[in-house]
Every structure is written in structure tokens, then in C-alpha cells.
């Protein structure tokens, strides 16, 4: 039976990272207080998966593929950091529409399937997560983890990302809470945009 405690601190480290606000964070809000839980909670899956996907390249030590192919780094970083700018650049041009402000305008609709490819790329975008998943691995693991440990891990951290990203979710579906982002979207939507292109120009030019 695998030590707990190495998981314990995995639980720690990465809690602290889910509940820091970046892309994610701000893609989950948008979605679920303007589209609807359901959309929601497919945005969550796709960060879910994502979240699975970098796990895994991190125990696999991508960080070692990086480190021997750069190049291979910043091609991700480059296009991962485009993604995050066009995703911003939308919100911010969407804002430009006088229509935007009438009385319950909203975001257009999205499919299930859209929600969860937003989610999944969104996390995806930003190859420093897999970086990140190298060096939770190395703090907290044993040298030469098992495979069941590793898998645990992982499948620790995608529940602890799973279950905020539900949480977000449910809060913003809430009538008062989807009521009071209505009224102040504009406004919302304009800080957000700058600031996933604000992420998006720092995963790119920041080495």
C-alpha cells in the first residue's frame, strides 16, 4: 500500500494551484453564468481531462523532453500562448458590439461538445502546467515512484480540480449570483479578455 504521505502533500500543492485564478478559472466563471450548468460542468470535464493529460506527461518527465528538445517547449508555449490571446481578443471584441450591453444579451450558445474543447484547451494551453506537474512530482513523490502512486497522484490532483472547477460552477449558476454577473459582464468580460491575453503574451515571451 502506497504511503500516504506523499499524496498528502500532492493534495496540498496542487490545491493551492487550482484555487489560484488564471485561464480556467475565468473560462469556467464566463461559462457557467452565461450559458448554463450543464455547459458548464462540460467545461469542468474538459479541465478534468486536461488536467489528467499534463499529469501524466509530468510523471512521464516531459520536463526531460523539454529539457532535450527546447525547441519542442517553445513551440507549445508559442501556440498554447496564441490560444489563451485569440480567447481574450474574442472577449474583448465582443464588448466592442453595442448589442453586447442591451438587457440579457448574452454569450452565444455553446454545444456540450464546444464546452468541453473549451475547457480541455484552455488547459491545455499552457505547457507550463506540465512543468508544474514535473516539479509536484519531485517535491512530493519518492525518487523512482511506482506506477501506482504516480496513477493515484494523478488521479488525486484531477479530482481536487474536478471538484473547485464544481463548486465554481454551481456558484456561478446560482439565480443572485448569474443576476449580478449580467449586470456587471461588460465590465467583467473586458477585465477578463486583458487578462488572458496578458497570460497568454507572458507564457509566450516569458522564458
Given at each position: 500500500?502506497p504511503?500516504?504521505?506523499p499524496?498528502?502533500?500532492?493534495?496540498?500543492?496542487?490545491t493551492?494551484?487550482?484555487?489560484?485564478p488564471?485561464?480556467?478559472?475565468?473560462?469556467t466563471v464566463?461559462?457557467s453564468?452565461?450559458?448554463?450548468?450543464?455547459?458548464?460542468?462540460?467545461?469542468v470535464?474538459?479541465?478534468?481531462?486536461?488536467?489528467?493529460v499534463?499529469?501524466c506527461?509530468?510523471f512521464f518527465?516531459?520536463?526531460?523532453?523539454?529539457?532535450?528538445?527546447p525547441?519542442?517547449?517553445?513551440?507549445?508555449?508559442?501556440?498554447g500562448?496564441i490560444y489563451?490571446i485569440?480567447?481574450?481578443?474574442?472577449?474583448?471584441?465582443?464588448?466592442?458590439?453595442?448589442?453586447?450591453?442591451a438587457?440579457?444579451?448574452?454569450?452565444?450558445?455553446?454545444?456540450?461538445?464546444?464546452a468541453?474543447?473549451?475547457?480541455?484547451?484552455?488547459?491545455?494551453?499552457n505547457?507550463?502546467?506540465?512543468?508544474?506537474?514535473?516539479?509536484?512530482?519531485?517535491?512530493a513523490?519518492p525518487?523512482?515512484?511506482s506506477?501506482?502512486?504516480?496513477?493515484?497522484?494523478i488521479?488525486?490532483?484531477t479530482?481536487?480540480s474536478i471538484?473547485w472547477?464544481v463548486?465554481?460552477t454551481?456558484?456561478f449558476?446560482?439565480?443572485?449570483m448569474?443576476r449580478?454577473?449580467?449586470?456587471?459582464?461588460?465590465?467583467?468580460?473586458?477585465?477578463a479578455g486583458?487578462?488572458?491575453?496578458i497570460?497568454g503574451?507572458?507564457?509566450?515571451?516569458?522564458?
Amino acid at each position: 500500500m502506497p504511503s500516504l504521505t506523499p499524496l498528502l502533500m500532492v493534495a496540498a500543492i496542487w490545491t493551492v494551484a487550482a484555487i489560484t485564478p488564471g485561464p480556467n478559472f475565468l473560462m469556467t466563471v464566463r461559462i457557467s453564468a452565461t450559458q448554463s450548468r450543464a455547459r458548464g460542468l462540460m467545461a469542468v470535464a474538459g479541465i478534468g481531462v486536461g488536467t489528467t493529460v499534463w499529469g501524466c506527461a509530468g510523471f512521464f518527465g516531459i520536463h526531460a523532453l523539454f529539457t532535450t528538445a527546447p525547441w519542442l517547449y517553445l513551440g507549445f508555449k508559442i501556440v498554447g500562448g496564441i490560444y489563451v490571446i485569440f480567447l481574450g481578443s474574442r472577449l474583448l471584441m465582443r464588448n466592442r458590439d453595442p448589442s453586447a450591453s442591451a438587457p440579457g444579451a448574452s454569450a452565444s450558445h455553446l454545444s456540450n461538445i464546444a464546452a468541453f474543447r473549451l475547457g480541455l484547451m484552455t488547459n491545455l494551453a499552457n505547457p507550463k502546467s506540465a512543468l508544474f506537474m514535473a516539479s509536484v512530482f519531485a517535491t512530493a513523490m519518492p525518487a523512482g515512484p511506482s506506477l501506482v502512486l504516480g496513477a493515484l497522484a494523478i488521479t488525486l490532483m484531477t479530482t481536487i480540480s474536478i471538484t473547485w472547477y464544481v463548486f465554481v460552477t454551481s456558484l456561478f449558476t446560482m439565480p443572485w449570483m448569474s443576476r449580478t454577473y449580467e449586470r456587471a459582464r461588460l465590465g467583467i468580460d473586458r477585465v477578463a479578455g486583458t487578462l488572458f491575453i496578458i497570460f497568454g503574451v507572458r507564457l509566450v515571451l516569458k522564458s
